[in-house]
C-alpha cells in the first residue's frame, strides 16, 4: 500500500503559477505510475497528466498540454506537478493517484488507479 498526501494548492490570478507536491509514504514508490487528476465543482473527475515508473514517459489531457508538467523524484518519493499559465477553468480540487498495476501502461481513468491522495485546492481568479 502507499499514501498519497497533496500540497502547494492555493489561489492564482489567471496567468500565475503553482506547483503541487505529492508526498508518497512506502519504500516502492518507483514501482508505481503515478497520476494527478481534478474535480471541478458539479463535474466529474478527469485525468490531467501521468508519468511512467522510471519518469521518462508522460502523458497529459489537451487542455493542459504545453502549461502543465509532471515530474517525480524517486528518491524523494514525490511526484509534481507545475502548472504554468493558469486559466479560471483550472479551478478544481486536484488529486494525486498511484497506479499499483506495476506494469508499463499510462492509463488515464479513474479506475485504473488504486490509490488516492485527499486533494488539494486550486483557484484561480480572471
Known amino acids: 500500500q502507499v499514501q498519497l498526501v497533496e500540497s502547494g494548492g492555493g489561489s492564482v490570478q489567471a496567468g500565475g503559477s503553482l506547483r503541487l507536491s505529492c508526498a508518497a509514504s512506502g519504500r516502492t514508490f518507483s514501482s508505481y505510475t503515478m497520476g494527478w487528476f481534478r474535480q471541478a465543482p458539479g463535474k466529474e473527475r478527469e485525468f490531467v497528466a501521468a508519468?511512467?515508473?522510471?519518469?521518462?514517459?508522460?502523458y497529459y489531457t489537451d487542455s493542459v498540454k504545453g502549461r502543465f508538467t509532471i515530474s517525480r523524484d524517486n528518491a524523494k518519493n514525490t511526484v509534481y506537478l507545475q502548472m504554468n499559465s493558469l486559466k479560471p477553468e483550472d479551478t478544481a480540487v486536484y488529486y494525486c493517484?498511484?497506479?499499483?498495476?506495476?506494469?508499463?501502461?499510462?492509463?488515464?481513468?479513474?479506475?485504473?488507479?488504486?490509490?488516492w491522495g485527499q486533494g488539494t485546492q486550486v483557484t484561480v481568479s480572471s
Open positions: 508519468i511512467s515508473l522510471n519518469g521518462r514517459r508522460t
Open positions: 493517484a498511484a497506479d499499483g498495476t506495476r506494469g508499463v501502461l499510462i492509463r488515464t481513468t479513474v479506475s485504473g488507479y488504486d490509490y
